[in-house]
């Protein structure tokens, strides 16, 4: 059992839902990164997505596309994201998921790519722009070396898209919960719940829900209806805002916040 399945199974057992956060990795700077990641655990966090800049984010709103800026000017790699993860590995053994576009990927080598993410000590990879029928030659590669490959369902993902989603992923199924690029937004959509459901029901995997979720109240809401929430967005603008010991402080208490919402669901 891996760290993603074995985290979602320990959740499960409690009747707790997961705390998702992502962050960018190298913003402001990769050591600033590791240090975040350890704080995000310490507040409550169950997974760490860990976004993997590039040029032309086309999925991102203008937060994460600024924080993504940020990260290729300070010299972000992606040689560098794995050498971080390998740190990272001497002090947490908390579930690690690479976030981001192909394009990074096919650059460095999809088979080199998969497996020295995994010796690294990655958990899964998503692909924002690969969907199952375009991700067969990195999924062979990542399915060899024990990498979960992580695919999206979006609102208008028809019934042929859920089962081969739910067919050929690894770890749990990332939803969209709204049309459009990421960003925090100020509701949850009325229909959201509905729709969770539905899908949920025809997965065999966790289903994790994120896009635009931005407050302890909306995770609770999204925590009744999913197996994980992903806060996004609403975290990455604190990199904006603050620096140093502030921003961890600052973060922590956050996230400590989001996690009181999850576990009041």
């Known amino acids: ?78 040689p560098g994201i794995l050498e971080l993860v390998r740190r990272l590995r001497e002090r947490t053994q908390i579930p690690i ?13 999809p088979e080199r790519f998969a497996a020295d993410a995994a010796a690294a000590g990655v958990d899964g990879l998503l692909v924002v722009d690969l969907p199952p029928e375009e991700a067969a030659e990195l999924q062979v590669a990542t399915d060899q070396c024990g990498l979960d490959f992580i695919f999206l369902l979006t609102p208008t993902s028809n019934p042929s898209r859920v089962e081969a989603v739910s067919r050929l992923g690894r770890g749990f199924i990332y939803y969209v919960s709204v049309a459009g690029v990421t960003g925090a937004r100020s509701e949850v959509a009325d229909t959201l719940a509905a729709r969770v459901t539905s899908v949920r029901a025809e997965l065999s995997l966790p289903l994790v829900v994120g ?55």
Do not use: H, W
């Open 97 to 109: 998921v690479l976030m981001g576009y192909f394009n990074p990927i096919f650059a460095y080598g």
């Open 1 to 78: 059992m891996g760290r993603i399945e074995d985290k979602f199974a320990q959740l499960k057992s409690r009747g707790e839902t997961a705390l998702v956060t992502f962050i960018t990795a190298g913003d402001p700077d990769l050591g600033t990164t590791e240090e975040a990641v350890l704080e995000l655990e310490r507040a409550g966090c169950d997974l760490i997505e860990l976004g993997v800049p590039f040029s032309d984010p086309m999925a991102d709103g203008p937060t994460i596309q600024l924080s993504s800026e940020r990260a290729l000017a300070s010299g972000t790699t992606l």
């Open 211 to 265: 896009f635009g979720i931005s407050d302890p109240a909306q995770a609770a809401q999204v925590a009744k209806v999913a197996d994980g929430v992903v806060v996004g967005s609403a975290l990455v603008k604190y990199f904006e805002r603050y620096q140093g010991a502030e921003l961890l402080r600052e973060l922590g208490g956050f996230v400590a916040e989001l996690k009181r919402g999850v576990l009041s669901a």
